[in-house]
């Protein structure tokens, strides 16, 4: 049984940096896409970052420049730093996972396997 846990989240003032992880466990297959999506109140689920089984990642323009993925196969984990936050990165942020490549799209409708979600709020 796959299991993704987010944690991290926090309140901050704009500006400020957090660092979300994810914990996987029951994930098994030889190519892989995992993610950071996030939704707003009375928003859709946006993707935010994902990254490959070979490392490639890809972001959504709002948070280019700011937010790095990375993963650490050791430990079965993938991280989301987010540096400069602002009010506008406020929402609850969902770790997300799919045996297949990744697509430059990031829709939410490929990720079967998802976390329980980690509130970001970001005060200005």
């Known amino acids: 049984q796959v299991q993704l846990v987010e944690s991290g989240g926090g309140s901050v003032q704009a500006g400020g940096s957090l660092r979300l992880s994810c914990a996987v466990s029951g994930f098994t297959g030889s190519n892989y896409c995992m993610g950071w999506f996030r939704q707003a109140p009375g928003k859709e689920r946006d993707g935010v970052a994902i990254?490959?089984?070979?490392?490639?990642?890809n972001y959504a323009d709002s948070v280019k420049g700011r937010f790095t993925i990375s993963q650490d196969n050791a430990k079965n984990a993938l991280y989301l730093q987010m540096n400069s936050l602002k009010p506008e990165d406020t929402a609850m942020y969902y770790c997300a996972a799919h045996s297949g490549s990744c697509f430059s799209d990031m829709a939410a409708d490929d990720f079967p396997f998802w976390g329980q979600g980690t509130q970001v709020t970001v005060s200005s």
């Open positions: 990254i490959s089984r070979y490392g490639i990642e």
